[in-house]
């Protein structure tokens, strides 16, 4: 089997580096997505939703607490 470089760049490489600029563009998309949503939340926190989230979070950890006896893991 005696096979040019131009064989194993078509039938093995190229395939490949297809597959993985596949995922790269998925990867950015979703980098891209969490980006905006983190935008999003650092905004609404800005304008005023740190004490609704501060409230939020002592809430949880008041259920969590009554559901732990008291201890918190």
Do not use: F, K
Not at 1 to 6: A, E, F, G
Not at 34 to 55: M, Q, Y
């Amino acid at each position: 089997m005696d096979r040019t470089i131009t064989d194993v760049v078509t039938l093995e490489v190229i395939p490949v580096v297809r597959v993985a600029l596949r995922e790269l563009t998925e990867l950015r998309s979703a980098v891209q997505l969490l980006g905006e949503r983190v935008d999003a939340l650092t905004t609404e926190l800005a304008e005023g939703g740190l004490p609704e989230l501060i409230r939020l979070a002592a809430g949880a950890l008041r259920t969590l607490d009554t559901h732990n006896g008291g201890r918190r893991s």
